[in-house]
């Protein structure tokens, strides 16, 4: 589905969820019982949908476009990923440390963290070190993933020149 149409589609689930909250439709003892049992609450389902819709809406944003339309292949799987994200912080933190294990420089990264929805929290330093953390254990012989079957001092090569890169503009 197209993003306008997934954000279209969101709007009115949120719509609906709303009608729901102002407007507790009567329900036979049937539907009470399984409301008791449910953990979601209708509140809840909103927040859900709420974040849902506002991580949707940065799917438009220039620079997820600009990742989605680029002939390079890793680019679109990033905008990929960041599609599934649903700008969770985790996830777009593990995201951005592959970016910069990937050697990608470290003002997309920034700029991936800042169209996340939400206050993340996470710099540019903190997933360089993040991703020297992983070629370290690399390094040490412990299990870290670094996107593929690269040599772990060429990935912290890559890294190293992405922050001397971002540090002499």
């Known amino acids: 589905l197209s993003v306008e149409a997934r954000i279209e589609m969101t709007r009115k689930a949120i719509k609906m969820v709303k009608h729901f909250i102002e407007k507790p439709r009567k329900r036979n003892s049937e539907d009470s019982e399984e409301a008791s049992d449910s953990k979601v609450t209708y509140a809840d389902t909103l927040t859900h949908l709420e974040k849902s819709l506002a991580h949707l809406e940065t799917l438009n944003h220039s620079f997820i476009i600009s990742l989605r339309n680029s002939e390079q292949e890793m680019l679109q799987k990033y905008s990929n990923i960041y599609d599934l994200s649903r700008s969770e912080k985790g ?39 993040n991703a020297v953390m992983k070629v370290i254990s690399a390094l040490s012989g412990h299990s870290a993933d670094l996107t593929g079957p690269q040599d772990p001092l060429q990935v912290l090569e890559g890294v190293v020149a992405a922050a001397r890169a971002s540090v002499d503009k």
């Not at 970016?99 to 939400?118: F, H, K, N, S, T």
Request: aromatic share 0%; charged share 20%; proline share 8%.
């Open 91 to 129: 996830k777009v933190h593990e995201q951005a440390v592959a970016m910069c294990l990937d050697g990608q420089p470290l003002r997309m990264i920034q700029q991936l963290l800042e169209v996340a929805v939400g206050p993340l929290d996470i710099s540019p330093k903190d997933i360089v070190h």
